[in-house]
């Protein structure tokens, strides 16, 4: 079993609709757990990090968290086509080493 | 703040050169990552310091591998000889303890 398991997609959704990006992890030790955003041919950048289970929002991002379960997800609402990337999963290890998926394709569509 | 700050973007080198990649951290970061993504594993660490010291190299994936931290501002990552397969994208990302990563913009290696 991968440390880290993402749907490496393509998702596709229309402009305005939710998008749902899920994640599963092998490590029950880990305690954090980020998401990146990372577009075509750039680095990987910070859009949300879950300490605590249950959800966490921030604007139109809401990371949810079930650390019995080992499931982690992000739901995007109103997507825009400036969503369109590959969103990487990491949860945290010792030393604060994240260890990332292989990441899903988002695609927003007009 | 200037972000970590990688050396050069792009580095095309024939199979058997050395390569050495260079990363600047966040002032004041004292943890040190360097990951290697391909399309088809992804984003994989290969070693991270704290403190300028090497913490855990298990994820380099070979003897031709190494990397260094001299003192708290700079690291570099070499391969010696390169081969094809280390074609890739490079980055180094810099934290403080309990804190995100902080990625630089990347060097995409490319070894004909």
């Known amino acids: 079993q991968k440390e880290v398991e993402q749907n490496s997609g393509p998702l596709s959704v229309p402009e305005g609709a939710i998008a749902s990006l899920n994640c599963t992890y092998s490590d029950r030790g880990s305690q954090s757990f980020f998401w990146y955003r990372q577009y075509s041919g750039k680095s990987p950048e910070l859009i949300m990090f879950i300490y605590s289970n249950g959800d966490k929002e921030d604007g139109r991002f809401t990371a949810q968290l079930n650390k019995a379960s080992q499931y982690v997800s992000l739901l995007i609402r109103d997507s825009q086509p400036s969503d369109s990337a590959t969103y990487l999963c990491?949860?945290?290890?010792?030393?604060?080493?994240?260890?990332f998926g292989t990441g899903t394709q988002l695609k927003v569509e007009l | 703040d200037a972000g970590v700050i990688q050396s050069p973007r792009h580095e095309v080198t024939e199979m058997g050169q050395e390569v050495t990649l260079r990363c600047k951290p966040i002032s004041g970061h004292d943890y040190l990552f360097w990951y290697r993504q391909t399309m088809m594993r992804g984003l994989e660490l290969l070693i991270y310091?704290?403190?300028?010291?090497?913490?855990?190299d298990s994820g380099m994936p070979e003897d031709r591998f190494s990397a260094k931290m001299p003192n708290a501002s700079f690291s570099t990552l070499k391969i010696q000889p390169s081969e094809p397969r280390d074609s890739a994208v490079y980055f180094c990302?810099?934290?403080?303890?309990?804190?995100?990563?902080?990625f630089g913009n990347g060097t995409r290696l490319t070894v004909t």
């Open positions: 990302a810099s934290s403080l303890k309990n804190s995100p990563l902080h």
């Open positions: 990491a949860p945290e290890g010792e030393g604060n080493k994240l260890t």
């Open positions: 310091f704290n403190n300028n010291v090497p913490i855990d």
